[in-house]
């Protein structure tokens, strides 16, 4: 008997690690998607995304991918995860985000933390966004660039930076790149 405890004890565990690697890379793919096609891939039909707390209602899938590609998706998420833990289908993962905003300007990136829940088809069935209360504010970095933007492309500044916030649509994620390059450019 004691035989074949150990035999069934082998063939578990590399079964078992699989799985956390099958899903280990789903939540990879998910964070670094800069789609919705891509994205929603790794959702479940019935996916709510919550904002530090599920007391908030969260969003469905719907909502939580137009989300998305009002900014996040647009500026091509580059997520690098930091440590995780698991236990069976529940999953915190601590990454640092950075994209094609953060980047050109210097800023360091966002740190976060999120809890993901997979359902039994190894979908992401849930996700719980929690910030990093230590991140830094990202304006000191983007002061050089709204400055030299003022001065020579005040009017574009204007559609995308308004009363000191970011306009955050898709249209203005692409003129923010367009404009960090244009002002990178400039600096060489």
């Known amino acids: 008997m004691t035989n074949n405890v150990v035999i069934f004890l082998l063939a578990w565990v590399p079964v078992h ?3 956390q690697n099958v899903q280990l890379d789903k939540i990879n793919a998910y964070l670094n998607a800069s789609t919705v096609e891509e994205k929603s891939k790794y959702t479940s039909d019935n996916f709510r995304s919550y904002f530090i707390t599920r007391e908030d209602g969260g969003e469905n899938k719907t909502e939580a ?27 915190t993962v601590t990454f640092n985000e950075q994209n094609d905003f953060s980047k050109p300007i210097g800023y360091p990136g966002w740190k976060g933390t999120t809890t993901f829940v997979f359902d039994s088809q190894g979908l992401i069935r849930e ?22 933007l003022k001065v020579n492309m005040p009017q574009e500044l204007d559609e995308v930076y308004q009363n000191g916030k970011l306009v955050q649509t898709a249209e203005a994620a692409n003129k923010w790149r367009e404009l960090l390059n244009k002002w ?3 600096k060489h």
């Open 65 to 91: 991918l137009a989300s998305f590609q009002k900014w996040d998706g647009p500026m091509h998420p580059d997520i690098k995860i930091i440590s995780y833990t698991f236990h069976d289908s529940i999953w």
């Open 184 to 186: 990178q450019s400039q």
């Open 127 to 148: 996700t719980t966004y929690v910030p990093d209360s230590t991140n830094l504010p990202y304006k000191p970095y983007l002061k050089p660039a709204v400055d030299w």
């Open 17 to 19: 690690s699989c799985t």
